[in-house]
């Protein structure tokens, strides 16, 4: 397994990262923990979840992902030998926080209540799950002019966030942070904002990536790479779509899209996603891998990808993500997908 400097700390990370968030709706608790003990075992040391989970979102399903780690923790005492990640949800949905915005009584709340469900007094990373302001996000595209009208608001907002989050970090709750679904605007104007005032810095960003959808080298690949914010990347295999599983149009009992596809991630369910799977699927026949360890082993090998963030259903699904690390792609491979993709560009996208 590959490590990498997470940001500018200290802290190295797995290539690998275990995501958590179909925990309880697409895995039991000891599926869960099982999980664990196998990543572990095999070299990764970074978990992701967020007090939303698990997803698809649900009043009665928020908070048991985190619970699920806590009680492998109080199982297994591993908390020492891995990096933890949780998130901080913003002003949705509605059984969280009734729609307000986040605020900084709401962060301080927030953390405590992460804490007591993971059985921890600390988490290494710490996350603003998505902006406050409006912002397009989730594979959508199209510009709005009302997304301009509270920019005086809005760093006002992110500085009383930073303060909030310096407050937390010196009360040795969390060691760093980090952004998600955020903007080009957002992660500078954090990096600034901290900079000027003395605040904690945003260490990462995890946003949506993968072979079929490569929006950030435009709008953040640069910042990653110049200011060292690296992607934490999410999404991969798009939800499984990038696997055999769905090839042909086969829509498998247990898949998540069968499950949950009208209310989760609905955005890659068209017909050029369809086609970027069998084209991607053909290539990886080619190379004698599987199209999930040719996804994989493309978001492994961005250099502005400090961790690539899998989930799994079944222990099979997982050992295949962790052996794609050791997956290397030639540089006329690499070439092949980006003709490929230029010729159908970002089908999860609206």
Known sequence: MQYNKLGKTDIEVSKICLGTMTWWAQNSESDAHEQLDYALDHGVNFIDTAELYAIPIDPNTYGLTEQYIGSWFQKTWNRDKVVLATKVAGRWPSHIRGWTWLTPEWILSAIDDSLSRLKTDYVDLYQLHWPQRPVQAWGKLNYSDDFFDAQRQDEEHIFQILKTLDKIQKAWKVRHFWLSNETSWGAMKYLQIAKDNNLPRMESIQNAYSIIRREFEVWLAEISLQEQMWLLAYSPLAGWLLSWKYRNWKWPKDGRFTLFGKNNMWYYLNDRSYKAVEDFAALADELWITL??????????????????????????????????????SSETSARIDEMFTENQNPGNF
């Open 292 to 329: 999930t360890e040719l996804s994989l082993a493309f978001v492994n090998d961005r250099k502005f990808v400090t961790s690539n963030i899998i989930g799994a259903t079944t222990i099979d699904q997982l050992k295949e993500c962790i052996w794609s690390a050791d997956v290397e792609l």
